[in-house]
């Protein structure tokens, strides 16, 4: 079946400039997380959602930083008046349900690059 | 607080011989423990958890782990490595005991290089 799909791939923008990440899960998860992977780190955590539930937003690193998730299924991270420091790897996964001891499923994620 | 460190950035090993990619992990109740293998220019792609039970644990591609309670250790292992297995390891943990404990936390990964 399908897995979890991103858009763009890449996406190459000046500095300052918005952008929007678009991620759509495996159809039936009701888990998402987006993460960044950064060259020579891992990854780090930003945001999370379930169901209806209020998202977990803790690993957001700044207000420039938010996302939505409509319907239960596609979500959107939105970078605001990008910084360099913004360039990385944004990757999505998601998971059948909230249950911790479920695997997340990653997308191949959308390569950031903020000149 | 949770953490994962892989003191390995990197690990090469020559084609079938054992392999093994090292994690430590943290955690300040009991961790639900992961690991993944990307390959360039993919995502991330499940190897294998621990979440109860057998403390060895089997995953795809033949690789298993060992959950190893007492020195804080989920080390990745395959017994004999192939040229396709050279990619990216991460280990990743989460704290199932931890209300609102979300997210899995992730190591810096290790690079595996198996030589032909």
């Known amino acids: 079946g399908a897995g979890v799909s991103q858009s763009p791939s890449n996406k190459v923008t000046e500095k300052g400039k918005d952008v929007e990440l678009r991620c759509d899960p495996i159809?039936?998860?009701?888990?998402l997380y987006w993460y960044r992977q950064s060259l020579g780190q891992g990854l780090e955590f930003l945001i999370y959602?379930?169901?209806?539930?209020?998202?977990?937003k803790s690993g957001l690193p700044s207000d420039r930083f938010s996302a939505e998730r409509t319907g239960g299924s596609v979500s959107t991270l939105t970078i605001q008046r990008t910084q360099q420091e913004d360039s990385a790897v944004y990757l999505c996964?998601?998971?059948?349900?909230?249950?911790?001891?479920?695997?997340?499923?990653f997308g191949p994620g959308t390569r950031l690059t903020v000149l | 607080a949770q953490s994962v460190a892989q003191p390995e950035d990197q690990v090469n090993v020559a084609e079938g011989n054992p392999l093994t990619v090292k994690c430590t992990y943290s955690?300040?109740?009991?961790?639900?423990l992961f690991w993944y293998v990307q390959y360039p220019n993919r995502g991330l792609q499940f190897l294998l958890k621990?979440?109860?039970?057998?403390?060895l644990v089997k995953g795809s591609y033949g690789f298993e782990a060992e959950f190893n309670k007492s020195q804080t250790s989920f080390h990745l292992k395959k017994p004999s490595a192939l040229v396709s297995d050279s990619a990216l390891y991460f280990c990743?943990?989460?704290?199932?005991?931890?209300?609102?404990?979300?997210?899995?936390?992730f190591g810096t990964g290790t690079r595996l290089t198996v030589i032909p």
């Open positions: 996964a998601s998971s059948p349900t909230s249950g911790s001891g479920n695997e997340q499923f």
């Open positions: 159809s039936g998860h009701t888990a």
């Open positions: 959602f379930q169901g209806n539930s209020a998202p977990d």
């Open positions: 955690v300040s109740g009991n961790p639900y």
């Open positions: 621990y979440i109860t039970g057998d403390n």
């Open positions: 990743a943990v989460r704290d199932f005991t931890q209300t609102g404990a979300n997210n899995l936390f």
